[in-house]
Nanobody, 129 residues
Framework: QVQLVESGGGLVQAGGSLRLSCAPSGRTFRYNAMGWFRQAPGKEREFVAAHRWSGGTTYYADSVKGRFSISRDNAGNTVYLQMNGLKSEDTAVYYC??????????????????????WGQGTQVTVSS
């Protein structure tokens, strides 16, 4: 059984930074993509960023471009989300997700929750204004 474990959430003032981490535990597996999504109270879960294993292509939601950065460690098992210039509207539970299903480089595939088959439990990020 594969589990994704997130860490790094917390409370930060507007304009501050946080770095989220996501690492798989349990049996080893090879994913094609790993992404971050977030869900604010009363809203649907939305795409934030994704990293494609092959070629290392990254994808971002327009709302976080230029402020957030997704990366992975050299071993390829841990993925990070560096969040700078945080705003109050970034407040949400952030979920890590991994996909063994996405093979295309087309960005639209990476933004859909149903293309990810492994999910973490989520970590709260709260930005105070």
């Amino acid at each position: 059984q594969v589990q994704l474990v997130e860490s790094g959430g917390g409370l930060v003032q507007a304009g501050g930074s946080l770095r989220l981490s996501c690492a798989p535990s349990g049996r080893t597996f090879r994913y094609n993509a790993m992404g971050w999504f977030r869900q604010a109270p009363g809203k649907e879960r939305e795409f934030v960023a994704a990293h494609r294993w092959s070629g290392g292509t990254t994808y971002y939601a327009d709302s976080v471009k230029g402020r957030f950065s997704i990366s992975r460690d050299n071993a390829g098992n841990t993925v990070y989300l560096q969040m700078n210039g945080l705003k109050s509207e970034d407040t949400a539970v952030y979920y890590c997700a991994a996909s063994t299903r996405i093979y295309s480089s087309v960005s639209d595939y990476y933004t859909k929750t149903y293309n990810y088959n492994y999910w973490g439990q989520g970590t709260q990020v709260t930005v105070s204004s």
